[in-house]
């Protein structure tokens, strides 16, 4: 009779132990940028925005410095500024909302907002009527068929910040700027749309809690 128990509880166990693997990460990077205004709209010329990971020491060539910035929760941020090589000393330390203004000092302001993991598919042309598309992931640099390097992120909320014209490493890029997903706006090579398809992370947790139902219901009939 214990072994009965033990068989009649694995499908509950099993439901639960999906169910679980299924729930979307906690972001680990952020979309980190620096900007000529303290309202964060106008990108530095040039300086496009990056993907870093949550916590790393970064250097900054428009800063002067290094920084890091920490995600502690979907709701705030803690940016760390002006530091030393191993960011172990600091001048500054802001925590904040995602996406809130910091003054990072010398006419300098900088932003993040944690990465979303979605793919988006960037639509370009001579006019807005497309041409020429592609899906890229979120945050990855990647080959533009209409020339050079691209990196798209996703922020969250329909915005995503795009870099466009870059070279390989998309550390250097001509077109920076931000945009409301599905509005076609001009680039620097002609206008484009950006279009964020479902992530990849979602997919999975629909399917592992199918799974889940389907076993469910294996153990009941075969109950």
Partial sequence: ???????????LCIVLALVAISQPAVAADVAFGTFTDSTCTTHTTGNPSFKVASGD???????GSNYRVVINSASSLTYQLGCDATCTTCTQTTTVAPGVCVDAGSS???TAHPLKYTSITVDSGTTCSTTSAV???SGACTANPMGGYMNIMDLGMGNVWFNMNCNVFCDQCKNLGSAVAGSCGPLEIGFGSFHINGSAALTASVTLIG????LLSAFTILG
Wanted: contains cysteine.
């Fill in 211 to 214: 799974m889940a139902v389907a």
């Fill in 1 to 11: 009779m214990k072994y009965s128990r033990s068989v009649a509880f694995m499908p």
């Fill in 135 to 137: 899906t890229v992931n």
């Fill in 57 to 63: 020491c970064k250097t900054s060539v428009v800063l």
């Fill in 108 to 110: 300098h302001y900088v």
